[in-house]
């Protein structure tokens, strides 16, 4: 390899890395844990403020808490245990501990020679350990560790200095005492919690200094002055940062765009070529190094790569090839070709070299972001005409280093691939959960890892038989099975089988996402008939999920075809999660599409048996009311808006008024009344809508309009659907959420 191809591999390290710590720089860690201990038997009366920390922890913060009392019997060997476990389990070079210690603490004695001695309780012979012993595994983590103590003589465990960084907040200096819950004075830990939930809504970000400031004022109201102390770690890398962890697998929290205006254009000169060393080194700088104040850094020939990469692609897409007969064959329509010229033209006269070559900083951040901008909705226009490809056409598209695009491409070749395993899939269920009839899902195990089974039950007919229903599953199997990103909101497969109890049924094999493993799951439409109270901003982002998944869905041709709260599956926050609860003991904000039974892809005819009943019918689009029609992409876009008036509008009919669609017919009988369909949809855009504006706005509620509002779908093209749906509905949603 040259040290040409060297250096631009090891550019795309930096690339890569850069991109993956974009979403993580704002909050400076990946993973934040946090563990609380406590004794099993104290007398200090702390587990209700300390409860208030897990709380504040885990619901300003989104952190991941765990609780830990010291037992009265081998304390020593116990924690020691405990701190090595928590240690090893979610330590890593860009993660951040948080170990929290409320009780007694005491000075060095002539029966203890620690200089950090901890006790259950104030007496003599109480139990006790040394923190001292255990402290300096903390010293030699692979993490940055924050140690916060509400005991007396806490500053005594200010000693040695580790490579990461790791800061102490103690509740006093080393020699003296401080209050606790039996005390009539304020604890540390009261006025800590209570510091914690002021900077955080005041600054979005809190520091273990911050904290120290804070704490010292008179208003504190402590009996002692807090001490705040960095054990170590590198200077440059700056202080300990606790701020709201955003979900990686939420498609709404993404970096804002750049403002111009506060941004600063460098170019690096290096004394030699790139190698592992200092690409290693610039990474580091680049990243975890970097001041706070820097919210992103981007490489501004990264983006001008990228935008002709997909100049070339768009290039291959407008081609005109020949036929074996002579004839030419054009992927796109005219009014196509003329959208994806016009979309060409812009790109490359954002490329092109400006008049001046003496740039300001704001005229070059203007340049890159407008190149962005238009490599972005080429590359859209791209994905939106992926079904218009035929296979060889599809295999011929090179996607580069766009690694969402080259999983759409292999999706759609999925999806047209006639040739697709049959091979039905073994699971070992848990005995704790029986075959039963009727069953909609069952838990069980594949490979070692937890699957989620979901059963379909089909009626074979004369134009349904077996083998074509066989068909379909194998097909629905082979589309979960492909990777794709999480935008889709759809749950990894892995196989499929089929089952003979009292008649014949399919289960979808589902991966169980990792995050969620041993949590409860539960519909979304049993969550909205009992949690009884969600904020708008979470309707909002599930709301704008589900619509970003249906796009998706469409843009490789594949129509889900039973849109609703019944098909779409939230998962709990804890073992303890129960439909009854509240909101955020749910992932109500990143949701899963289920019940892909009936979905196909565009070239496959459906069939579906007449179905008059008017509760199925309202989350359908009027043409198929009790009508075995063809399914069309218009209908998806109807459901979606009844589902947006379901899980926007039924999640802001469902989820803004926070009622099942069913429930909001005022005369009562779940619209069994209405027995014309256009009838319905008038009384949607009417005081149903009016409702939905008052709950959420007429921002939302225009976007319900545009999708509820009788319209031509039929004679637009995919691409123009799926623009159009961008522009007025996703767009105006993520303006909601923001």
């Not at 924690?79 to 501990?97: C, E, K, M, R, W």
């Not at 008052?694 to 509620?701: E, F, I, L, M, R």
Request: glycine letters at 6%; a neutral charge.
């Amino acid at each position: 390899m040259s040290s040409e191809q060297s250096e631009g591999n090891y550019g795309k390290g930096i690339w890569t890395k850069l991109a993956d710590y974009r979403r993580i720089r704002h909050q400076r860690y990946a993973a934040v844990n946090v563990l609380l201990i406590s004794w099993k038997d104290d007398d200090t009366n702390s587990a209700a403020e300390i409860k208030q920390l897990k709380t504040i922890f885990q619901e300003s913060f989104n952190y991941t808490v765990c609780s830990y009392q010291i037992p009265s019997a081998d304390s020593q060997a116990s924690l020691n245990y405990q701190i090595a476990s928590f240690l090893h389990a979610f330590g890593g070079p860009d993660n951040l501990l948080v170990i929290y210690y409320g009780g007694h603490g005491g000075p060095r004695t002539e029966r203890s020679k620690s200089p950090c001695t901890w006790a259950a309780k104030i007496e003599a012979h109480s139990p006790s350990l040394d923190w001292s012993l255990i402290q300096p595994s903390l010293l030699n983590a692979n993490c940055d560790v924050a140690v916060i103590l509400d005991c007396c003589y806490a500053g005594q465990a200010a000693r040695s200095v580790p490579a990461q960084t790791i800061e102490l907040l103690a509740a006093t200096d080393k020699d003296q005492w401080t209050p606790n819950s039996t005390s009539s004075w304020q604890t540390f830990t009261q006025a800590l919690i209570k510091a914690m939930g002021s900077m955080i809504r005041k600054d979005g970000v809190v520091t273990l200094r911050g904290l120290a400031k804070s704490l010292s004022q008179a208003e504190a109201g402590l009996y002692r002055q807090p001490f705040h102390v960095s054990l170590g770690g590198d200077h440059l890398a700056g202080p300990i940062k606790l701020a709201k962890l955003r979900d990686p697998r939420d498609s709404h929290a993404r970096l804002r765009e750049t403002n111009p205006a506060i941004s600063l254009q460098l170019r690096l000169s290096l004394f030699e070529p790139l190698n592992s060393e200092t690409a290693s080194s610039l990474i580091r700088w680049m990243t975890r190094d970097s001041p706070t104040s820097v919210e992103d850094i981007q490489f501004a020939e990264k983006a001008f790569a990228e935008a002709n990469h997909t100049s070339q692609l768009c290039n291959q897409l407008l081609e005109v090839h020949s036929q074996a007969d002579g004839q030419l064959l054009s992927y796109l329509s005219k009014h196509g070709q003329a959208e994806g010229l016009a979309l060409l033209s812009h790109l490359r006269s954002a490329m092109s070299s400006p008049t001046s070559t003496h740039l300001t900083d704001i005229e070059a951040m203007e340049i890159i972001n407008t190149v962005k901008q238009r490599s972005h909705d080429l590359v859209a226009f791209i994905e939106d005409s992926l079904p218009r490809l035929n296979t060889s056409s599809l295999q011929a598209l090179d996607a580069g280093e766009n690694q969402d695009l080259k999983t759409r491409i292999n999706m759609r070749l999925t999806l047209i691939n006639e040739d697709m395993p049959d091979k039905e899939t073994a699971i070992a269920f848990d005995v704790t959960d029986p075959p039963r009839e009727g069953q909609h899902f069952r838990m069980g195990s594949k490979d070692g890892k937890r699957v989620l089974v979901e059963y379909f039950y089909y009626e074979e007919t004369k134009s349904n038989s077996d083998a074509s229903i066989l068909q379909q599953v194998r097909r629905i199997s082979a589309l979960h099975t492909e990777g794709k990103s999480r935008a889709f909101h759809s749950m990894q497969g892995s196989g499929f089988l089929r089952e003979s109890l009292h008649r014949v049924r399919y289960g979808i094999i589902y991966q169980i996402p990792e995050e969620t493993k041993g949590q409860p799951l539960s519909c979304l439409s049993d969550l909205i008939s009992k949690v009884n109270t969600v904020p708008l901003e979470v309707r909002l982002r599930t709301a704008y999920a589900l619509c970003e998944a249906l796009l998706n869905l469409h843009s490789i041709g594949w129509y889900h075809k039973a849109i609703k709260s019944e098909n779409v599956l939230c998962f709990g926050r804890d073992s303890e999660s129960d439909s009854k609860g509240s909101f955020d003991k749910w992932e109500v904000h990143f949701p899963y599409f289920i019940g892909f039974n009936c979905s196909r892809p565009t070239t496959v005819e459906t069939h579906s048996t007449v179905d008059f009943t008017t509760a199925n019918n309202i989350y359908r689009h009027p043409d198929r009311w009790g009508n075995a029609a063809p399914f069309q992409r218009h209908h998806d876009i109807y459901a979606l808006m009844l589902e947006l008036i379901m899980v926007k509008g039924i999640l802001l009919l469902e989820v803004g008024c926070w009622r099942l669609l069913k429930n909001m017919d005022r005369k009562g009988g779940n619209f069994e009344h209405i027995k014309n369909p256009e009838n319905l949809r008038m009384l949607l855009l009417g005081s149903i809508l009016d409702r939905t504006a008052h709950a959420a706005g007429t921002t939302y509620a225009s976007a319900i309009r545009f999708c509820l509002e009788k319209r031509q779908w039929g004679d637009l093209e995919e691409w123009q659907v799926q623009k159009m749906m961008r522009q007025m509905v996703l767009e105006p949603l993520k303006a909601c959420c923001s």
